[in-house]
């Protein structure tokens, strides 16, 4: 097993099971952490994060329910055994991103179709940056 990887910040207004939770998340995505990985035990990692062991022990839960992790009595916490495991956290960021964009543009007073075509304009402007 590597070490944790999992950073928490005072200064981040989430609660610290919430950091933890999309830590692991992202590790999963971007395959750091893949399928039949063992995850840090929730004692080992409370004390490289520096949090209670309740803290932890909720962040796992919380993962276990979405089905990201699976805990097995007495053997730890390992990634689950999903083939699109990586692909659905990754495309569950991404829409976490644009709902966050969404709520910011409607917030300015933007329309769907002002949206739309912001979106549009920022995908040809990246098109075009693309080698």
């Known amino acids: 097993m590597h070490s944790p990887g999992v950073l928490i910040s005072q200064a981040d207004p989430r609660p610290m099971y919430v950091q933890i939770v999309e830590q692991i998340r992202r590790r999963i995505a971007v395959g750091d952490w893949p399928p039949g990985f063992e995850l840090p035990s929730i004692r080992a990692l409370a004390a490289a994060t520096r949090v ?13 329910h979405d089905g990201v992790i699976v805990t097995r009595q007495g053997k730890g916490s390992f990634v689950a055994e999903q083939a699109d495991l990586s692909a659905r956290l990754r495309l569950a960021e ?11 543009g409607r917030a300015l007073g933007l329309s769907d179709e002002d949206l739309h075509a912001r979106l549009r304009q920022t995908l040809t402007a990246k098109d075009r940056h693309e080698p």
């Not at 209670?52 to 276990?64: F, G, M, N, P, W």
């Not at 991404?94 to 910011?104: F, R």
Request: hydrophobic fraction near 40%; charged fraction near 20%.
């Open 52 to 64: 209670s062991v309740i803290t932890v022990k909720r962040a796992y839960s919380d993962l276990e």
């Open 94 to 104: 991404l829409d976490a991103h644009l709902s966050t964009a969404t709520s910011i």
